[in-house]
């Protein structure tokens, strides 16, 4: 690697990367969002951590906690998740209604 490269990199520090110019109350939504899309998926923010190449939940944990912004890209990678995403928008969104519809053959 380039030394000026890694000698900018050495100057930035994870603070850098966290959210910043957003209003609190929509920040935390978006990481509420994240977290209720999790529970509908039904799975942990240690497996979904797990699921992107994470060593540890704490990336996913300070999404939720909208402390950092949450990286769509790793998250859509996730099986379904992004299914559960659009579910968990529209359950908040009271122009939505969210309807879970089961259809089978009857045999014969």
Same mark, same amino acid.
């Given at each position: 690697? &380039?030394? *000026?490269? =890694? $000698?900018?990199? $050495? ?6 990367? *966290?959210?910043?110019? %957003? ?11 994240? !977290? /209720?899309?999790? !529970? ?6 240690? #497996? ?6 994470? =060593? ?5 944990? *300070?999404?939720? =906690?909208?402390? %950092?912004?949450?990286? +769509? &890209?790793?998250? +859509?990678?996730?099986? /379904? +998740? %992004? @299914? ?5 928008? #529209? @359950?908040?969104?009271?122009?939505? !209604?969210? !309807?879970?519809?089961?259809? +089978? /053959?009857? #045999?014969?």
């Amino acid at each position: 690697m &380039d030394s *000026r490269l =890694a $000698d900018q990199l $050495d100057r930035v520090h994870p603070q850098m990367l *966290r959210l910043g110019g %957003e209003s609190d109350r929509k920040k935390l939504a978006v990481g509420r969002t994240v !977290e /209720r899309a999790l !529970e509908i998926l039904g799975m942990t923010k240690q #497996a979904a951590a797990y699921a992107m190449g994470y =060593a540890d939940p704490g990336p996913v944990s *300070r999404w939720c =906690a909208a402390t %950092e912004r949450p990286l +769509f &890209d790793k998250l +859509f990678a996730i099986d /379904r +998740f %992004e @299914e559960c995403w659009i579910v968990a928008l #529209a @359950e908040k969104n009271p122009a939505m !209604e969210v !309807e879970t519809v089961v259809k +089978f /053959r009857r #045999a014969g």
